[in-house]
């Protein structure tokens, strides 16, 4: 997969997820004084002991006595600073990072994401892109911080012991390759398969709990949990392996340091023996490279960090579309069409004349054929199609017919050759959105969120009030039942665990009637309910929207009664 994304794609969402530098310099300045804090306290505190040793006058000691305070208040305080303002620069950009990222894929949902594995989808939402926060954090300033240390060491032993300076310089690089390379041929792989086998985990986990009940009936339970079993155990052993790959680094470093000491030991005692090196410079000289390369261990760490991180940028980028599909229609980034005064929605015949719509519009199909994105077939073709105010059409065909393409034509989740027109306006001249001002859906399977009736009824039209509510629920037959669950604060449980698949229906329909849509499509109602129950929802629905003259399209295999409908569509097998 993330092989085959250019590398552009790559930067670009890294870029999203690197604070700028008003944000980020502050806690990087603050890290780095924190890191020198606590170098120059450890040699500070060296010099001054060895030098107290001497029992010099006590004022040759004062400087170095506010130097150990100094250093040991700057290097809390510092690493404070450093903390509060390095993590609130990257949580304000990982919300940037997030809406960004939730934007761009917006405009394929829901046709767009119709085979998308949504638990991979999931993770790659939110945990690959909260993974995202290490690359300021664990990647860019702790190697910026690591870098300005080492030199400043380096130079700052040079000045007391230009051998013992270049011992530890030798030390600091061969720690940074050999300690890289170690973890690297150990974790590397892992590091970037974490990532995808945290999503595949993730799907496998949401599958079993969505679907539990049908595996259990049909025994293929333990079959699945097997599989899950083994992804859990994919991800143990790329996680062992990572940590292994730490381990090793540790290692490596520790090695490293032990030899930065031996050599300025060595290089120590030549200058005490000669008489050229003061006692207490001497102890400075062995000390600090323990102190460095305390700080420079971040340094491995951090280009493990970098590895998990672009691993989860380019899953990121993976499901950040660069282009949206052209059989998916998209909003323009500004409309720049007058309204109308009446408030109807207008859009542009082609010549370019503004044409307005009504609040009652003629819906019209002629030879439309859709496709689905990424299909060689076109799911439906031909469709001719007439639907006026309180015109009630039965569309009928047998399964992968198009009757779920078509319907997703008509409210623009979908693009469409051919002619479908508003009162003569063609549809795609209006912004997908204003066609949906017009024309509403009631799909095969609502979704219901794992909230109370009332919310759920809310969102269609957020000033209703409970009264109007409950007279919408009382419309579609759900009144009693609403009061028989305690009113509209009744949960529906997730995914509406807690109702009836013709509830459920009765409730979207509600939906649909307070975000008042002149022309309605439903979507097979009577796909989750008995004849009976489908024969008193098909009535209910359909005696409805006659009520206010709503054109009605019923998407149906079933039988419909003639006396319920005014036109019957067949479309061919």
């Known amino acids: 997969m993330s092989e085959f994304l250019p590398p552009t794609r790559v930067r670009a969402i890294l870029r999203l997820a690197q604070p700028s530098a008003r944000r980020f310099v502050p ?33 040759y000691l004062s400087v170095a006595i506010v130097g150990v305070r100094a250093f040991a208040l700057g290097r809390s305080a510092f690493r404070y600073l450093d903390r509060l303002s390095s993590h609130d620069a990257a949580f304000r950009q990982l919300a940037a990072l997030r809406v960004g990222v939730f934007e761009r894929i917006l405009p394929l949902a829901p046709a767009g994401l119709a085979n998308t594995r949504r638990g991979d989808l999931l993770t790659r939402l939110v945990r690959d892109v909260d993974d995202l926060q290490d690359f300021p954090l664990r990647v860019v300033q702790p190697l910026a911080t690591a870098g300005v240390l080492a030199i400043l060491s380096v130079v700052c032993v040079w000045l007391l012991s230009p051998l013992a300076a270049l011992g530890l310089a030798v030390c600091l690089v061969l720690a940074g390759v050999l300690g890289t390379a170690a973890s690297g041929i150990v974790a590397a792989g892992s590091e970037r398969e974490l990532a995808p086998l945290r999503g595949d985990l993730a799907d496998r986990v949401l599958e079993l709990v ?48 032990g030899a930065a000491t031996v050599a300025a030991l060595l290089a120590g005692f030549g200058g005490l023996s000669g008489g050229g090196l003061p006692g207490p410079d001497f102890a ?26 672009r691993s989860s940028a380019e899953r990121v980028a993976d499901a950040v579309p ?23 929605v207008v859009g542009v015949d082609g010549n370019g004349v503004a044409v307005a719509v009504s609040a009652q519009p003629v819906l019209r199909l002629s030879g439309v054929g859709a496709s689905w994105p990424g299909a060689t077939e076109p ?64 799909e095969q399977q609502p979704w219901l969120f794992d909230d109370s009736i009332r919310q759920n009824l809310l ?70 309910v008995d004849e009976a129950q489908g024969d008193r929802l098909v009535r209910d629905i359909l005696g409805t929207a006659a009520e206010d003259g709503r054109a009605v399209l019923l998407i149906s295999h079933t039988p419909v009664p003639d006396e319920l409908i005014t036109a019957r569509v067949t479309l061919p097998a």
């Open 27 to 59: 806690g990087l300045a603050a890290g780095v004084a924190s890191a020198l804090s606590a170098v120059a306290l450890l040699a500070t505190s060296a010099w001054l002991i060895t030098r107290a040793a001497e029992q010099p006058p006590i004022l």
């Open 210 to 257: 969505e679907n539990i009940d049908v595996l259990t009936a049909f025994g293929v339970l333990n079959s699945r949990l097997e599989g899950l079993a083994a992804a859990d155990d994919r991800l143990r052993r790329a996680t062992l392996r990572r940590s292994v790959g730490v381990g090793i680094q540790g290692a490596v470093l520790s090695l490293f340091a």
């Open 284 to 309: 400075v000289i062995v000390l600090v490279p323990m102190a460095v390369f305390e700080i420079f261990a971040v340094v491995p760490a951090a280009l493990g960090a970098w590895r998990q991180v």
């Open 322 to 344: 660069t282009t949206v599909p052209r059989e998916i229609p998209v909003e323009s980034d500004a409309d720049s069409r007058p309204a109308a005064d009446t408030g109807a």
């Open 379 to 442: 799911g439906v073709s031909g469709v001719i199609l007439r639907l006026g105010p309180g015109e009630r059409v039965h569309l009928a065909g047998p399964s992968g017919a198009g009757k779920t393409t078509l319907a997703q034509v008509l409210v623009r989740f979908l693009d469409y050759t051919g002619s479908y027109t508003l009162d003569g306006v063609e549809a795609n001249t209006l912004e997908p959105s204003a066609v949906r001002r017009f024309v509403g859906l009631c």
């Open 459 to 528: 969102f269609a039209r957020e000033a209703a009030s409970d009264d109007d509510l409950l007279a919408v629920l009382d419309r579609v037959g759900l009144g009693d039942w609403t009061a028989q669950r305690g009113g509209l604060d009744a949960r529906v449980g997730e995914r509406g665990a807690l109702v009836s698949g013709g509830q459920a229906q009765r409730i979207a329909l509600a939906r649909a009637l307070l975000a008042d849509f002149p022309v309605l499509i439903v979507d097979e109602p009577t796909a989750n």
